[in-house]
Antibody, heavy 117, light 107 residues
Framework: EVQLVESGGGLVQPGRSLKLSCAASGFTFSNYYMAWVRQAPKKGLEWVATISTSGSRTYYPDSVKGRFTISRDNAKSSLYLQMNSLKSEDTATYYC??????????WGQGTLVTVSS | DIVMTQSPTSMSISVGDRVTMNCKASQNVGSNVDWYQQKTGQSPKLLIYKASNRYTGVPDRFTGSGSGTDFTFTISNMQAEDLAVYYCMQSNSYPYTFGAGTKLELK
């Protein structure tokens, strides 16, 4: 059974950093692109980052480019999101998702990040 | 960036209704549109990929169609468990972009 379990969320002050993790199991992690998608409270979905199978290619929207870094450790079947210079508008539930030819077929349960002083 | 304009924003429906919602891309995205369902308090769930392909295990009352810039998602026989917010997303080019969602509510 495919499982994606996020961790690392919490309350953080504006301008500070936070690192999210996603532990994957039930599939060959190194064979899939992975992504982070977020959802601000009572708002819609926003794609945040994607990483290639080897980690050599990464993609971001302008809203987080230069502040967020997606990475992966295929040996540990783990995905990460390093978030720096956090802003109040980064407050959201962050989902880890597996990207395949059929779309984002698997999602984690999400981890809440609250940026507030 | 490609803007996905989803309509309507919300719909009041009854069980058994045929429900149709639309997504319009600001530029040609081919068939690279997925549809996701999100129930309250849950993670999104993939229903349709590449515009018209039903994902494994998704009931056949859910269908998608379209290509280029205009896409349609239909629930042929609305069930109570289908109450949710539905999102389209284009994956033709980065940055991937979602529509704002269509919320289905009971009449």
């Amino acid at each position: 059974e495919v499982q994606l379990v996020e961790s690392g969320g919490g309350l953080v002050q504006p301008g500070r950093s936070l690192k999210l993790s996603c532990a994957a199991s039930g599939f060959t992690f190194s064979n899939y692109y992975m992504a982070w998608v977020r959802q601000a409270p009572k708002k819609g979905l926003e794609w945040v980052a994607t990483i290639s199978t080897s980690g050599s290619r990464t993609y971001y929207p302008d809203s987080v480019k230069g502040r967020f870094t997606i990475s992966r450790d295929n040996a540990k079947s783990s995905l990460y999101l390093q978030m720096n210079s956090l802003k109040s508008e980064d407050t959201a539930t962050y989902y880890c998702a597996r990207r395949g030819q059929q779309g984002f077929a698997y999602w984690g349960q999400g981890t809440l990040v609250t940026v507030s002083s | 960036d490609i803007v996905m304009t989803q309509s309507p924003t919300s719909m009041s429906i009854s069980v058994g209704d045929r429900v149709t919602m639309n997504c319009k891309a600001s530029q040609n995205v081919g068939s690279n549109v997925d549809w996701y369902q999100q129930k309250t308090g849950q993670s999104p769930k993939l229903l349709i990929y590449k515009a018209s392909n039903r994902y494994t295990g998704v009931p056949d009352r859910f269908t998608g169609s379209g290509s280029g810039t205009d896409f349609t998602f239909t629930i042929s026989n609305m069930q109570a468990e289908d109450l949710a917010v539905y999102y389209c997303m284009q994956s033709n080019s980065y940055p991937y972009t979602f529509g704002a969602g269509t919320k289905l509510e009971l009449k």
